[in-house]
């Protein structure tokens, strides 16, 4: 804690006595900006100094990722999750074995209620360096010739975010998303391989690789693409083929309505009913008769 202090000021080539007195509650922290490794420990320093000799209020607070804001230091107490691994070295917290949940934004807070201001905060970014996972490849096994082909590339893990390298056949493909005259473009940031128009050329094994510089680049396992030209005459030729047996089902069709295939079993009943109603009235008549 740093008390009130006089100064000597010079100015010229004349000395004169002057007093500096802090007329607020000031917090101030040696940096602002802490970046440290997974599974690591740092300090987050926080420092104040007051106008009077008092007994201040201390809290500290996180503001997560995503907005949520939760208390880490409070009533002379650390949180529950954090008692077993962190420690208050005086107004500072040290925290060991960092997990990627503890980044964020925490807030030092001292208010001193006997000073003329007294209330301040500072606020000190916490970055926990991650290595990337193993990424996440869409790969197609195969494509025609002229078409356009994505493959995709992407994993949430790493911590800065991960550049993306594509690699054929062993071979880095270095070409950026800006590039021109070519047949493809990579786009480092995303994670993308896009091809306007693929070629025969284009077949052979692909993987990614994701790097950000914390330990280790993670590659996906390597899957072919196979590119092969259009087989116009094939299709022709099963469009014949289809259109042949088309023709042959509509003519079986009509062949078998003119034969009375598709209404001969009702015509012979109604045959036979009439039949049978002829016979019944000549028995009739005779018996009359």
């Known amino acids: 804690m740093w008390l009130p202090a006089s100064c000597l000021c010079l100015l010229g080539h004349f000395a004169a ?15 602002y900006d802490v970046k ?10 926080c420092k104040y100094r007051l106008e009077k000799e008092q007994v201040i209020r201390l809290e500290w607070k996180k503001v997560a990722l ?46 001193a209620p006997q000073d003329k201001k007294n209330f301040q905060e500072i606020i000190i970014n916490l970055a926990v360096l991650v290595a990337p996972s193993i990424p996440s490849c869409d790969i197609p096994s195969s494509a025609m010739s002229g078409s356009a082909v994505e493959l995709k590339c992407r994993e949430k893990e ?10 054929k056949n062993g071979f880095a493909l270095e070409l950026s998303v800006k590039a021109t005259n070519t047949t493809y473009q990579v786009d480092k940031a995303t994670g ?20 950000n510089k914390i330990g280790k680049p993670q590659r996906c396992p390597a899957k072919r693409m196979q590119v092969d030209d259009l087989n116009l005459a ?6 014949v083929i289809v259109c042949l047996v088309i023709v ?12 009375g295939y598709f209404s001969g079993g009702k015509s012979k009943k109604e045959h036979n009913s009439a039949s049978q109603a002829e016979s019944d009235f000549k028995h009739t008549k005779s018996f009359v008769i």
Request: glycine share 8%.
């Open 158 to 167: 790493g911590n800065p975010a991960s550049e993306y390298k594509w690699f």
């Open 248 to 259: 042959l089902c509509g003519c079986g069709v009509c062949y078998a309505q003119r034969r």
């Open 66 to 111: 995503n907005g949520d804001v939760s208390f880490v230091f409070f009533n002379n107490s650390l949180a529950a999750d954090l008692q077993k691994r962190a420690e208050m070295m005086g107004p500072s917290i040290r925290f060991r074995n960092l997990s990627r949940g503890d980044s964020g934004q925490y807030r030092c807070e001292v208010s």
């Open 36 to 45: 440290e490794l997974e599974f690591g420990e740092t300090i987050l320093t």
């Open 17 to 31: 006595l002057c007093f500096w007195e802090v007329s607020a509650v000031i917090v101030e922290s040696e940096n």
């Open 192 to 211: 993308t391989l896009h091809f306007n128009t693929v070629t025969k050329e284009d077949t052979g094994e692909y993987y990614c690789e994701a790097n």
């Open 234 to 239: 094939g299709i022709i030729s099963a469009v």
